[in-house]
C-alpha cells in the first residue's frame, strides 16, 4: 500500500468523526433553554401554546376590548431579567374596572391623546399575568410587530399564563412552525 493511501484512509474516518461531534453540538444546543422566551402556558392542563424569544427590556402589549364598558384598552408591558413589568395603559372610557385617577395606582404620567386616556410610566412588577382567552373580548397579544390573537392560540374560555423562562432553539422553532401553520 502507498503512503498517500493509508492517508486517504485516515483521514475519512476523520471527517466523519469530526461531523458527527459537530452535528451533536448543534443538537445539544438547539435542546438546551439558554434563550429568554416569553412563554404562554394553559393553566388548566399545563401546556405550552405559545413561546418565542424576547430580549431584557423589550416591551410587548395585550389588547382587549373591556368586557364592562365595551371600550378599547392595551395594557403595556417590559421585559426585566425574569420578569414582567407594567409599564402603561391606554384607555378610552372611564368605568368599573378602569383607573379613575392613574396617578393614585402608579403611573406618573396621564394625558389625552386621540379620544384616549395614556397613562404611562408604571413600574409595578406583574406576579402572575393571566388573560381567559374571549371572543368577544378580542385579546390580542402585539409583540414584534405582530398581532396575535389568543383565540389562535388556545380555546376561548382556556386561562393563558404570560411567563417570561428559558426556552431551547428546537422549542421556539416548533411553535414558530405551528403559528404559521394555523394563520395560513
Not at 492517508?7 to 476523520?14: A, H
Request: aromatic share 10%.
Amino acid at each position: 500500500m502507498t503512503e498517500g493511501a493509508v492517508t486517504k484512509k485516515r483521514k475519512f474516518p476523520l471527517f466523519w468523526a469530526s461531523m458527527a461531534c459537530a452535528v451533536l453540538a448543534l443538537a445539544v444546543c438547539c435542546a438546551l433553554p439558554l434563550w429568554q422566551c416569553l412563554v404562554l402556558t394553559n393553566l388548566n392542563s399545563g401546556q405550552i401554546r405559545f413561546a418565542a424569544p424576547i430580549a431584557d427590556e423589550e416591551v410587548f402589549s395585550v389588547s382587549f376590548t373591556h368586557s364592562v364598558n365595551k371600550s378599547d384598552v392595551e395594557e403595556f408591558y417590559q421585559v426585566r431579567e425574569d420578569a414582567i413589568f407594567v409599564t402603561a395603559l391606554h384607555y378610552s372610557s372611564f368605568g368599573a374596572g378602569m383607573p379613575q385617577d392613574p396617578r393614585e395606582e402608579g403611573a406618573t404620567s396621564v394625558r389625552w391623546e386621540d379620544g384616549k386616556i395614556i397613562a404611562e410610566g408604571y413600574d409595578l412588577e406583574i406576579e402572575r399575568l393571566v388573560f381567559n382567552v374571549a371572543r368577544i373580548a378580542d385579546i390580542i397579544l402585539h409583540y414584534r410587530g405582530q398581532s396575535i390573537h389568543l383565540d389562535q392560540i388556545d380555546a376561548p374560555g382556556e386561562p393563558l399564563h404570560f411567563q417570561i423562562k428559558r426556552c431551547s432553539l428546537f422549542r421556539m422553532f416548533s411553535f414558530s412552525i405551528c403559528r404559521e401553520a394555523k394563520a395560513g
